[in-house]
């Protein structure tokens, strides 16, 4: 249940938040994930299997230990938006937006009236109406929830100064990836090209009252994109499990 989004208020700080991409239906899996400290999971509906009801287990297994359950929805349709959010994610990670018009659409689907057209019935997010009435918890969803928009192609990161006036945008998270495809180098982010737009997401971003995040798999990359003005963090399970399996086997194989 949604009773207060710790993320956000480390965000609002001005300090930097952590946490781990996460694909698999696996509450008992997420609960250990969550237990090393994490400021937040991202359940990964987009490159993973994961749908709706997936995330109600999750977020059950985030909430025991105080880190904040996000879901990264499949689309930017207000009916995926509602679902993940009505099932106890605290935020979204909204992919593939494209324009200042989508990044409205992603946020009138993530709030209630008066600033957005969310669905309002008993959900798990709001504790199904038993611990304030449903009125409360419209106020309080819009608040405490987070929207994180995706900066990852072409088309975003020329448009990502209309992006920074939004109301209701809290992080514009740069997926380098996805970036790096777009500007025809695939797979490749440490291209000039690459380089060149992201930073210029970086000075926009680090100008405006938002919050830059990025994906950063390692700490040399969390090291440089917080003095460029980061503050939101998500690695990858699978690439930490990797790091942290060859690290192993290569100092006892030694």
């Not at 208020?9 to 969550?34: D, M």
């Not at 709706?52 to 930017?76: F, K, Q, S, Y």
């Not at 038993?130 to 990852?152: D, K, M, Q, S, Y």
């Not at 025809?184 to 000039?192: I, M, Q, T, V």
Request: hydrophobic content about 40%; charged content about 20%.
């Amino acid at each position: 249940m949604l009773v207060e989004n710790k993320t956000k208020q480390k965000l609002q700080r001005g300090e930097a938040v952590y946490g781990c991409l996460f694909r698999y239906a696996e509450p008992t899996f997420a609960e250990h994930l969550a237990m090393q400290g994490w400021d937040f999971l991202v359940f990964d509906g987009e490159h993973g299997s994961l749908e709706a009801r997936d995330i109600e287990g999750l977020a059950r297994a985030a909430e025991l230990h105080g880190v904040t359950p996000i879901a990264r929805v499949t689309t930017n349709e207000a009916s995926t938006i509602l679902r993940f959010l009505d099932a106890g994610a605290h935020g979204i990670h909204v992919p593939w937006v494209n324009s200042a018009a989508e990044v409205e659409r992603a946020i009138v689907a993530s709030k209630y009236g008066p600033r957005g057209l969310r669905g309002l019935a008993g959900s798990r997010q709001g504790g199904w109406g038993n611990r304030e009435p449903l009125g409360e918890f419209t106020a309080r969803a819009n608040a405490e929830t987070l929207v994180i928009i995706h900066i990852e192609t072409a088309d975003a990161v020329a448009a990502v100064e209309e992006y920074t006036e939004i109301d209701g945008v809290d992080v514009l998270f740069i997926g380098p990836t996805d970036l790096s495809h777009s500007l025809g180098h695939p797979g490749n982010p440490a291209h000039p090209d690459v380089q060149a737009a992201m930073n210029h997401v970086a000075d926009i971003v680090s100008e405006s009252d938002k919050t830059l995040g990025i994906f950063a798999g390692n700490p040399d990359a969390v090291a440089e994109w917080y003095d460029k003005g980061a503050r939101y963090f998500a690695a990858g399970f699978e690439g930490l499990v990797k790091q942290a399996t060859q690290t192993f086997l290569a100092a006892v194989r030694g």
